[in-house]
Structures are given as C-alpha cells and as structure tokens.
C-alpha cells in the first residue's frame, strides 16, 4: 500500500503509539486527520507531524460519545477530501481483578477500547469504499491473545476488538477495504501510569502493580509505530509487535490452556 498523498485517520495520537504511527505516517508523506480527547497532546503531535510537510487536522472529542464520532466523518472529508486508512488505536485501562473492578469502571473501558473502534468503523466505512485502496487498523493487545489476572476487562475488550476486526476482514473479502489487527506487546507508553484504579485501593498496592506492568513496557513507542506502518504497507492481516508478543503467542499456541502457568514461570508473574 502506497501511503504518500493518502489520508488516515488516527485516534488516540496525542501520545504514545497513536503518535508514533502518526509520525510513521507522516514521514511517508500520508495526509492526517488526528483525533484524541486531550487537546494539548493533540496539538503537539500535529505540529510534529506537520513539521515533515504534511496536512494535518486536528479533532479534539471523546470517542466514547456517539454524536461527536457520527459527524467526524464530514468533518475530515470536508478537511481533506477523502479517507483511505483508519487506525483505531485509542485506548484506556483499568486495574485490579473483576470483582475490584466496578460496572461503570468496566463499561468506560468497554466504551473506548471496543464500542469506540466499532462506532467509528461504522461511521468511515462509507467514505472508505470510495477509495480505490482503503484499510482499518485496529489495536488489540498481546492481552488480546493471552487473559492475565487482573486484566479481566481489558481483556475482554481486546479479545472482542481481535473478533470483530478478524469477523470483518472475512466480510470485506472482494472489496479494496483491508483490515489489519495489532497485538503489541510491552511498549513503553503511559497506560499503566494513567489506568484507573478501583475504589479504595491503598497507594502503596497501586503503585507496586503499575512498577510491575512497567517492568515489561520497554519497546520505544517510535519503533512500535514503525512496525505497525510497516505491516499496513504489506497489508498485513495480523501483526505482532515485540520479540515478547512473538514468543508469548507461540505459548499461547502451544498451550491453549495452560499457558498462564509457562508465563508466569518465565516471566516471574504473579
């Protein structure tokens, strides 16, 4: 996929890997339409990604919110003509066990890693069957393909973001619409620092579970990015991302239902 003079759209860009692949992108000269909630962080990404020349746009809401993300469409067709790549990268966590977890604590999360990527897939797919080489981008998680304790609703919504994108790659089948979904493993993003924590958990807990998710966060977002673009160019169905999310899958493979034991042995888990 030749992505020079194409124009994605990219959620989540104020930070971490949303930026990386709009910097990726912008370095092989794809127009950007950027969304993300936190205007600040947006309009430091857009400046870094116009700095390499290319039209940028920026659209400050909540992709949880169903009539802001309804009428984004028009507003980057109006922006920029076209949409021919959506990258459905926002995302947000949540820690501690299910039963810790509250229902609304559960049900925002659900809200923005999978209600987000399906309601704007829903809303872009009529301008990306215009384009004549159109793909969607959805990230999952290496928690995605494995269940860890204390990630139940993230997992959950990673698993449902995994069926959805591989349900809709089969529908699209015969049209110039690709879909693509990552499972990055530990790339050094904010996500542990900025999960939620559940009601009346002591400091002292939450701060010793986001240094153990730390731990293993060591990808430079930039790399990450780099990879993901990289596997859009190929169009690539499924993309790993990490020597970690490799082996950790071929675990998963090998030991469907025992795998959490192998991790944790390995890897030290709790």
Known sequence: MNLRGRVAVVTGAGGGIGRAISLALARRGCRLALVDIDAAALAECAAADEALGVPTSRHVLDVAERAPVAALPEIVRAAHGRVDLLVNNA?????????????????????????????LTRAFLPLLHTSDDARIVNLSSIFGII???GQSAYSASKFALR???NALRHELLGTRIGVTVVHPGGVAT?????????????PAEIAQRVAAAEKNLRMAPARAGEIIVAAIERR????????????????????????WRVLARLFRLG
């Open 163 to 165: 069926g959805f994108s």
């Open 236 to 259: 690539r169905a499924r993309v790993l991302v990490g020597a970690d999310a490799k082996a950790i899958a071929l675990i998963e493979r090998l030991a469907p239902v025992h795998y």
């Open 91 to 119: 995302g947000v966590a949540v820690g501690g066990s299910f039963e810790q977890v509250s229902e609304a604590d559960f049900d925002w999360l659900f809200a923005i890693n999978f209600g987000a990527a399906v309601r």
């Open 190 to 202: 904010a996500i542990a620092r900025s999960a939620r924590a559940p009601a009346g958990a002591a």
């Open 147 to 149: 269940a860890p304790p």
